[in-house]
């Protein structure tokens, strides 16, 4: 499966509004529907966000990925110093490496969340096809109210097309997040 993400997937924010919540940390809950040939069933999955990703740290992977490849950008988002965690209620989870958000038309935001996946001993050793997908990639549409609705695509691989940057998915389907509420720690 293929999903094409205009404008560009790590291009999103713009400075205004990316520096206004660079200092507040905010906390997400969502209910993970997963229907496709690789997972079925449903769960609650936890994401903090520390600090958004600046301008800086978006041209510095959008670079890398256009002129090194994905492999390249997939090695700078591991040195990048992590923008929070995601979680199930009885997982530790692992680091978020990039988090960016602009404002929607009807008030709410648009998130998008990128991470390197975490890849076991077993996967690492056998290297099955999966080993091929290194990304876990969230989008999000939060609406004014602080509730929202969005998709996680774990196991996926990012290719540059110009402009677009293409998401290639592992499982069949994206996993859909429903009912999401986000919380500030300022609130």
Known sequence: MHMRLLPALLALAGAGFAAETHGTPEEFTAVAVAANNVM?????????V???????ERTRLVQTLRDKGPNA??????DMRP??????????????RYAQQTRAEDGGRRIVI???RPIGFWEAWHRPRSIDYPFTVIQMQIGPDRRGKGTMSIATKIRAYGDTIELEDFASSPVMLTDIRA???DE
Do not use: E, H, K
Request: hydrophobic share 40%.
């Open 114 to 116: 990128a991470t390197d």
């Open 73 to 78: 950008m997939l090695d700078a988002m591991q």
């Open 183 to 185: 919380a500030r720690d």
């Open 83 to 96: 923008v929070g965690r995601i979680r199930t209620p009885d997982s530790l989870g692992y680091d978020l």
């Open 40 to 48: 079925s069933g449903a769960g609650t999955v936890l994401m903090s």
């Open 50 to 56: 520390d600090r958004w990703s600046t301008d800086a």
